[in-house]
């Protein structure tokens, strides 16, 4: 994505609400609930429930590198930012 969209998920509306020079900044609502983060950097992952977000980075990977595989568990959406290159980030959504 290179620009804000809304995607709606079951469960959770996620919106993206602007794409920075190195990251997005996310909002997740869900039963009442709202959230937000911003994740850039590398690789970066947040999991977003409707109290709250966790959120970590872990920077670049080099070679045969893979950043860790999030474990989704109901009720929460994990977004991860994958790569970020040329102004278009490229996100994995999870929700269970």
Known sequence: MSEPVDIGLDGFTLQVTAVTEDGVDITAERGG???????????????????????GCYGA??????????????????????DFTAGTAIVRITSL
């Open 33 to 55: 609930g709202t959230t937000s983060a911003g994740i850039s950097g590398g690789y970066c992952v947040a999991f977003l429930t409707e109290n709250g977000v966790q959120s």
């Open 61 to 82: 990977f080099v070679g045969d590198e893979r950043p860790p595989v999030p474990e989704a568990e109901a009720g929460v959406l994990i977004v991860e930012l994958l």
